[in-house]
């Protein structure tokens, strides 16, 4: 099983930007995928984003593509999530989650994934 941290959310005005960071831990961490979900009161999870963890390919949800930037750095176990031009609408309990099992292109499927952060808040004020 693998641990996930969630960090870098807060309050931030519409057009700005916020650093999510997700850490792992567990023994022998390699997963095949790992993304980003969001949870806004009263609406289900939404993908955000994906990065395969060895090829780096990137994956976005059609309302943050140009906006978000989904990144990993292998030798500290992280992934980022760089959202610029932030709006009213991206308010949400944003999750991090992998993928320990190839689920090829069903990345953006939540039940796909194995194990999921705590979440962290990220508000954006009008």
């Known amino acids: 099983q693998v641990q996930l941290v969630e960090s870098g959310g807060g309050l931030v005005q519409a057009g700005g930007s916020l650093r999510l960071s997700c850490a792992a831990s567990?023994?022998?961490?390699?997963?095949?995928?790992m993304g980003w979900f969001r949870q806004a009161p009263g609406k289900e999870r939404e993908f955000v984003a994906a990065?395969?963890?060895?090829?780096?390919?990137?994956y976005y949800g059609d309302p943050v593509k140009g906006r978000f930037t989904i990144s990993r750095d292998n030798a500290k176990n992280t992934m980022y999530l760089q959202m610029n031009s932030l709006k009213p609408e991206d308010t949400a309990v944003y999750y991090c989650?992998?993928?320990?099992?190839?689920?090829?292109?069903?990345?953006?499927?939540?039940?796909?994934?194995?194990?999921w952060g705590q979440g962290t808040q990220v508000t954006v004020s009008s």
């Open positions: 989650a992998v993928d320990r099992v190839y689920s090829g292109s069903y990345y953006y499927i939540a039940e796909k994934y194995d194990d």
């Open positions: 567990g023994r022998s961490f390699s997963p095949y995928t």
């Open positions: 990065i395969r963890w060895r090829g780096g390919y990137t």
